[in-house]
C-alpha cells in the first residue's frame, strides 16, 4: 500500500535559518504529493502540492520538488520565521480511478526561535 | 464560503456516553473525509464518502463507531458508547478532486 515517511522531529532552527524537513514515498503509479501545515489548534492547511515528477510546488517561501527517480518530496525554505513554526505534514494521494484518499506522514514540529 | 465547518469544537462525555459529531463539507465539492488526530497514531484516516457514498470504511476502529452522509451539505460521526481511549481531535475534510483537502478546525474529544 502507500506510505508516506517524514523526518522525526522536533526541529529547532532560529530565525533566517534554512529549513529542509525530508519526506520519502512509497506508492503506485503516479500520485500526487502535499505538503500541509497545522498550525497550534487548528486543521491542516494545504501549502503546496505537485501532480507530476519534476513539478516544483510553492508557496510563502516554501518549495518541494517531485522527485520520481528517488521516490521524495523534500519541503525547503530558504529563511525561516518564527511565524512559520507548526506541524507540517508529507501526503500522497493515490493515482487514477476514484481513490481520493490521502495518506499522510507522522508530521514534523518545526519550532523557529527568534 | 465558510469553509469545512465542524462542531462541536470541544467535548467533553463520560465513558460509556454516546457523542455525535457534525461536519458541513465546503458546497460543490464530493468527497468527505473523517480522519482522528492523537499524539501515538498521528492521522488515522476512518472513513470517506464519494458523492454521499461510503467509499471506504476500513480504518473505522471497531463497531462502536459509525459514520454517515445523509445529503451533499452534512456528515455525523457517531461513537456510541464511548470510551477514554477515544480521547483525540476528529477532523473532517473534503474536497473536489483528490488535489487536496480542506479541513475543518477539528472537535478535540475527552472522554473521562
Known amino acids: 500500500g502507500n506510505s508516506v515517511t517524514q523526518m522525526e522531529g522536533p526541529v529547532t532552527l532560529s530565525e533566517e535559518a534554512f529549513l529542509t524537513i525530508n519526506c520519502t514515498y512509497t506508492?503506485?503509479?503516479?500520485?500526487?504529493l502535499f505538503w500541509y501545515v497545522q498550525y497550534p489548534g487548528e486543521g491542516l492547511q494545504l501549502l503546496l502540492k505537485a501532480t507530476k515528477a519534476d513539478d516544483k510546488g510553492s508557496n510563502k517561501g516554501f518549495e518541494a520538488t517531485y522527485r520520481k527517480e528517488t521516490t521524495s518530496f523534500h519541503l525547503e525554505k530558504g529563511s525561516v520565521q518564527v511565524s512559520d513554526s507548526a506541524v507540517y505534514f508529507c501526503a500522497l494521494s493515490g493515482s487514477g480511478g476514484s481513490n481520493y484518499k490521502l495518506t499522510f506522514g507522522k508530521g514534523t514540529l518545526l519550532t523557529v526561535n527568534p | 464560503d465558510a469553509g469545512v465547518i465542524q462542531s462541536p469544537r470541544h467535548e467533553v462525555t463520560e465513558m460509556g456516553q454516546e457523542v455525535t459529531l457534525r461536519c458541513k463539507p465546503i458546497s460543490g465539492h464530493n468527497s468527505l473525509f473523517w480522519y482522528r488526530q492523537t499524539m501515538m497514531r498521528g492521522l488515522e484516516l476512518l472513513i470517506y464518502f464519494n458523492n454521499n457514498v461510503p467509499i471506504d470504511d476500513s480504518g473505522m476502529p471497531e463497531d462502536r463507531f459509525s459514520a454517515k452522509m445523509p445529503n451533499a451539505s452534512f456528515s455525523t460521526l457517531k461513537i456510541q458508547p464511548s470510551e477514554p481511549r477515544d480521547s483525540a481531535v476528529y477532523f473532517c475534510a473534503s474536497s473536489l478532486v483528490d488535489y487536496g483537502y480542506t479541513f475543518g478546525s477539528g472537535t478535540r474529544l475527552t472522554v473521562v
Open positions: 506508492a503506485t503509479g503516479y500520485p500526487s
